[in-house]
Structure formats: C-alpha cells, structure tokens
C-alpha cells in the first residue's frame, strides 16, 4: 500500500482545512486508516481513524467536534475536514493504513503504512 497526502497549508486560526489521501492497492477497503500529526518536539499522535465501512470512528478529545475524516473506497481516498483550527493544531499530519485488522487502534506502532506527511500551520 502507498499512501500520498496533501492539502496541507498556511491558515489564520478559527479556518478550515481538508486533508486527502490517496492510496494504491486493491486491499484499501479493508484497511483501517488513521490520521496522525507530530508537532515539533512532540511525539505522533492520532486525530482520527475510520474503519472499513466508515462506521466505525474514534477522535481523541483534542479534535472531537472539530476534525471529521470519512472515506471513499471507490476512489482509495481518506479525507480529513479540519474546522476551528488552532495554533495547537500545527503539525506535519500523516496518513497511515492499519492492515488486516478491524478495530481502530490508537497507537502509531499499530499501523503498517505511511504517507509522506503534509504540513498544517495555524496561525493566531
């Protein structure tokens, strides 16, 4: 599985943003994809994962209510809407595939694929 993120960019806090990721391979509908972002000096950490279908979904208590991710399986897309941004949303945000397993795990290490990363930048 190869994963190409973008939509990164520059935007004044209290505005929006949305994140998109493409992937290859024909097994994309049974991966559970997750949204990732690592500050500066800061450890990766989750934002969102969406299971196979789309029903099932997790946001930390950081994001819930601001960020939405959903996905497209025809088109091996993953999206994230991000609303209400924050300069403590800044980051290089990730897309990351979890393969073979149904449930959404939290943890980076839990996930077997990455793209190459997209910068977010909030400014106050």
Do not use: H
């Amino acid at each position: 599985v190869q994963l190409q993120a973008s939509g990164g960019g520059l935007v004044q806090a209290g505005g929006s943003l949305r994140l998109s990721c493409a992937a290859s391979g024909r097994t994309f509908k049974t991966n559970v994809m997750g949204w990732f972002r690592q500050a500066p000096g800061k450890g990766r950490e989750i934002v969102a994962g969406i299971g196979w279908t789309g029903g099932n979904i997790y946001y930390p208590d950081s994001v819930r209510g601001r960020f939405i991710i959903s996905r497209d399986n025809a088109k091996n897309t993953v999206f994230l809407e991000m609303n209400k941004l924050a300069p403590e949303d800044t980051a290089v945000y990730y897309c990351a595939a979890r393969v073979g397993r149904p449930d959404i795990a939290t943890s980076a290490g839990q996930y077997n694929y990455w793209g190459q990363g997209t910068l977010v930048t909030v400014s106050s």
